[in-house]
């Protein structure tokens, strides 16, 4: 048998099967049921303001920040983030975020699990 056969077959996830329709790159996949122990938000915020509510999850999640500034609230200490930064928050730290503006939020985050798991607060 060779490395090739003793492998899981590739996914290929199209676009269409995870980011919302229309403008910005934004959906949410989780990648369990494909295999992976990941799983990403892709956010697209046009609204100062807007963002996720406290919250946190028994897993670290990784957020790339594409485009635009955010504030982060993190446990008790509050950050703020732009353009290619990358923010990891651990395991069980209770979490916020919102847009800072004036551009859009593009932002990716990445859950280390094939499924989300959320508890909010």
């Not at 999850?57 to 920040?65: C, D």
């Not at 395991?91 to 798991?117: C, R, T």
């Amino acid at each position: 048998m060779t490395d090739q056969e003793d492998r899981n077959p590739v996914s290929v996830i199209g676009a269409d099967q995870w980011l919302s329709p229309g403008e910005g790159f934004s959906g949410e996949w989780q990648g369990a049921a494909s295999g992976s122990r990941l799983s990403i938000i892709a956010n697209h915020i046009h609204e100062i303001g807007e963002g996720a509510k406290r919250h946190r999850h028994p897993y670290a999640e990784v957020f790339l920040i594409r485009r635009g500034s955010v504030a982060f609230e993190l446990g008790d200490e509050r950050l703020n983030a732009s353009e290619g930064q990358i923010v990891v928050v651990p395991a069980g730290v209770p979490h916020a975020f919102q847009s800072l503006g004036p551009e859009p939020l593009e932002m990716i985050d990445i859950h280390e699990s094939g499924n989300f798991d959320t508890e909010w607060r």
